[in-house]
């Protein structure tokens, strides 16, 4: 084929975005719309917002933010599993256009970056950040600012990466943003593995949901995801209680999504991902129009070359198959990235 897996995972992501930029529609984006109205504003003027914010906050004091269920008192200093304080600690924050075109937009997504994690993947792409905790502890005030101050900058949403140990100060700083202005849809960026009572307090809340599907198999998902055997079913549930209360992805005129799902599944080497079986569930288990990333971009990272089968990144034909598994199992509305990068990589070639 004449195509190194180097060259097709560089390829991969500039084929991506140059393929599928599609110019929004400049009379459409002139057309005055009606104000768009996040879930948290209707929450806060039916009064039943800040009761959320309190009835989350309570779970720190024996702590099941997760499916780890330490039950620790976060309140105390007491640390879990995720190794996160009471106050939420962010490495970073700013336009990131490393996500879906509908996220992203023209001015990016405004992306908080949060430390500690529940899940610890070996291959996790930021360890720096999610294993090691780099970042700075601030005040629910403050984490507020930061979401004012994306909204300022002109980003279309506050993408909340690797929220669910710190879900209660993401609520309260919501309400407090909401009350200086805040506007913007909340994005809940997470690896999948949710608790159901979790995701009812976020009910009304989240606008778009973008859960992974990381693993199918509960043996694959405790090897690579510190024991976490029960991932597997785990957000599989979660999953399905995500699409009940946002639905389908819906998008604006201007292209930019505003509530939904977004499913994310990561081909990984060796068919580890099961993504075969992953579509298969999706197309069972929900609508076929469900919009799902398969995405490319498995980089060996962390601890991942400790585990030979995972030790390099994935082919061009692992990529083709798991599209061709998707197509043959009926899923219409894959994301426009990968349909390109599948496109370009399905041409015949001559060396
Ligand atoms: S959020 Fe952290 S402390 Fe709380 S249950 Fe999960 S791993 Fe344990």
Redesign the pocket.
């Known amino acids: 084929m004449g195509v190194t897996r180097r060259d097709f995972i560089k390829s991969s992501f500039l084929l991506g975005s140059s393929l599928i930029l599609t110019p929004f529609s400049l009379q459409a984006a002139q057309k005055k719309e009606e104000r768009w109205v996040p879930a948290y504003e209707k929450l806060e003027k039916e009064g039943k917002l800040a009761q959320r914010v309190e009835q989350a906050y309570a779970i720190f004091e024996n ?10 008192n ?1 309140k105390k200093g007491e ?4 190794r ?1 304080p009471l106050n939420p600690v962010i490495f970073s924050y700013h336009p990131h256009f490393g996500e879906e075109m509908s996220i992203v937009g023209q001015n990016g997504s405004g992306t908080i970056f949060f430390s ?1 994690c ?1 899940l610890r993947c070996v291959f996790c792409q930021n360890w720096p950040i999610s294993h090691e905790g780099r970042g700075n502890e601030v005040q629910d005030e403050e984490l507020a600012d930061m979401m004012l101050h994306l909204q300022k900058i002109g980003c279309h949403n506050i993408n909340l990466v690797t929220p ?2 710190v879900m209660p100060n993401i609520l309260n700083a919501t309400r407090i943003a909401l009350k200086k202005g805040l506007g913007l849809p909340l994005f809940y960026n997470t690896c999948g593995h949710e608790r159901l009572e979790i995701l009812k307090i976020l009910d009304g809340i989240v606008d778009i949901y973008k859960p992974d599907m990381k693993y199918m198999d509960a043996d694959k998902a405790a090897k690579y995801s510190a024991g976490a055997s029960d991932y597997p079913e785990v957000t599989k549930k979660a999953i399905l209680e995500m699409h009940r209360q946002v639905g389908q992805l819906q998008i604006d005129r201007q292209g930019i999504a505003k509530r939904g799902l977004i499913i994310r599944h990561l081909v990984m080497p060796n068919r580890v991902a099961d993504t075969e079986k992953f579509v298969k569930w999706v197309a069972e288990n929900l609508p076929k129009s469900t919009y799902v990333n398969i995405m490319a971009q498995y980089r060996v990272e962390y601890k991942a070359f400790e585990y030979p089968e995972i030790s390099r990144g994935i082919t061009v034909q692992e990529f083709l198959e798991a599209m061709d598994w998707a197509k043959i199992h009926g899923l219409t509305n894959l994301d426009p990235q990968s349909k390109a990068i599948r496109d370009f990589y399905s041409q015949p070639r001559s060396n």
Do not use: S
């Open positions: 702590c099941q933010l997760c499916p780890r269920r330490c039950g620790v976060r640390r879990g599993f995720c996160a500690n529940g669910t140990h």
